[in-house]
């Protein structure tokens, strides 16, 4: 296990494709909308996912130089995601958005976990 990422270019990815994602959810566009609608998510509450994205992006970057910070923001973006998944399967809204987003934003999150700083 490391406390910096190694290969650092999986954390950067993963890192760009959370701040797109919140940068998206600030105006959230249709598939984005029927996605939270769809498992139910309150819309007075859909704040609080930019706001979690952002903090996980900004501990990813600071991970870059602060040893244990990155691997904690990995650990986060990963639980954020299994409960994305788990929200998604328990409403049982599972099309396309889901294989699409949510598992490939849990296959992204897991890769980089194990491959950044587990390996």
Known sequence: MTLL??????TALLAA????DAVASIKPPKFIRDCLEGVGFPGEWWWTLIVIKTLAVAGLIVGFWVPGIGLA?????????????SAHIKARFTGMSFWVNCLGMLSLSLATLVFSFLA
Do not use: E, M, R
Not at 5 to 10: N, T, Y
């Open 5 to 10: 990422p190694d290969p650092w270019w999986l």
């Open 17 to 20: 494709t959370l701040l797109f």
């Open 73 to 85: 923001a990995s650990v986060g973006v990963v639980v954020y995601s299994l409960c994305a998944t």
